[in-house]
């Protein structure tokens, strides 16, 4: 454990959070905003659960629609523009097709009042964006059109389609890592890979938490007054071991990420077991899902076996003929355990995050919808009872810009700090720089210059060596997975092959004094989570 942890048991809290995933974050960036001291703890990296482990996409509610929720429905059309307001620079407008035909509620008549009306409930998604982030309208086109905008598609019985626009995250990984930097930069303390062991009581009164370090074993203690459990899944045993009642049974949730070249328009169809999946264009590639079990999953069970990527991808060619995937068409499966209910003899997702008081000064956040994480987490700070404080003007609901949520000025201090230190990059390295760090993409050239680490990790990869001492030392890195998987990225979309892996571990090995037998442990670990 660093000084820095050593020095927390003596610090007091007004709130503790428990789990380093989107809600988690936007609860210590708001509270921190707030004006109130927050530590966030979280087991594992931030961002490394289903935080990592989704489609990648912001919704603007039509499917909330569809269920006849009309004031959801208008939550999440303003929530997603509160998305393009917070990280212009990792968002953008992606078209969605929805095959007309089939049956009445699939009829060209029922869609295209759908969409109208749902038209007329966003009304206001676009106020105040920039032209490039603009969506136009939700609309519908002919068959030819729909066959064009997607070849390949299966038109037996297609009349044409609905064409809708939501928002595709272009880096989930970054985004999770610029918000927890928004967070510790509004004044929270934000710990990876510390676990939650126990509560601490005065009495019937929570005291704060009783901790451990995952990589060195030391305990301690985080005085607190008030406790927010946002850990995801790991909330089920919390839930159990801190006796706080029944958690949601849980369903794995899959995305399976193929080596198939994708066309930017994703569709949407239903799969042989009944379910709507969605291919997504993602990294030129198509990410396909979300697939979920039926039944509820054991946490054991969070990583599919060979058999169910199989059966995934079985439903997938079923509902997207023309992919005619295979097993060594799979780069890389995310997957996770969500909150789920019963419905119709089977398990299905939450339709709604929630906020639970447990008494004592306890709370918690069932979180399943990513778009409207902010609000649940907004929600959950006013039911505690953490209100704007007098010396933190103008911090309500309104979507704030996140440091480093925007490209703005971001080749002029690029180009800036390349002459600074006397490099010219290649052009391929410095479009990655701009595309991946955005406004930070400066710091990340004069850090690398003056570590001696300009060089590219790899004859066939943007990447330079700098970015993985940068994101050990700036952005909270502590293991190869965090680098590899979430601060750069080097493996977001499978094995990057040329020697990268090996090569990525030497460095942070040698900066950070592993063993050879931990240098080679966390290759082996970092490969597991590129394993079918």
Known sequence: ??????????????????????????????????????????????????????????????????????????????????????VPHLVRPLPFLLPTGGGVMRSRAVIGTA?????????????????????????????????????????????????????????????????????????????????????????????????????????????????????????????????LGAFPPLVRACNVLLNRPAHDTALAARGRSGRMLTATPWDGLWLVGTFQTDEPAAPAAAVPSRADVEAMLDDANSAFPSLKATLDDVRLVHAGLTPATWRRGRAELLPESSVRVHGGGLY??????????????????????????????????????LPHGTADGAAERLAEACRSVGVSLDPDVHAHLLDWYGTEAADVVRFSAAAARLQRLSAGLPLLEGELIYAVEQARACRLADVVLRRTHLGTTGDPGHGALDRAADILATHLSWSAERRDEEVRLTRLRWAV
């Open 1 to 86: 454990m660093s000084e820095f942890r050593r020095s927390l048991p003596r610090a007091s809290f007004d709130l503790a959070i428990v789990g380093g995933g989107v809600h988690g974050l936007f609860a210590a960036l708001e509270a921190a905003r707030r004006g109130w001291k927050v530590v966030l703890v979280e087991r594992d990296d931030f961002g490394s659960g289903l935080s990592f482990n989704h489609q990648r996409t912001v919704h603007g509610g039509l499917r909330a629609l569809q269920s006849g929720g009309i004031a959801r429905t208008r939550q999440q059309v303003a929530e997603r523009r509160a998305w393009a307001v917070m």
């Open 115 to 243: 969409l109208r009306l749902y038209e007329w409930l966003g009304a206001g998604k676009n106020q105040g964006l920039p032209p490039a982030l603009q969506l136009p309208p939700a609309r519908l086109v002919s068959r030819l059109e729909a066959l064009a905008r997607f070849p390949g598609l299966d038109d037996t019985g297609v009349t044409g389609a609905a064409v809708w626009y939501d928002y595709q995250l272009r880096h989930p990984d970054r985004f999770n890592w610029v918000l927890a930097s928004a967070a510790i930069r509004a004044g929270a303390s934000l710990l990876n890979y510390v676990e939650a062991i126990e509560p601490l009581r005065v009495g019937s009164r929570l005291a704060g938490l009783r901790v451990r370090d995952a990589l060195s074993g030391i305990e301690g203690e985080l005085h607190a007054s008030r406790v927010l459990l946002c850990a995801g899944a790991g909330s089920a045993s919390l839930f159990e071991r801190w006796q």
């Open 364 to 401: 918690s956040i069932v979180g399943v919808k990513f778009t409207t994480a902010r609000l649940t987490a907004l929600d959950a700070l006013d039911r505690i009872g953490l209100g704007p404080q007098r010396h933190a003007p103008g911090t309500g609901r309104a979507p704030q810009p």
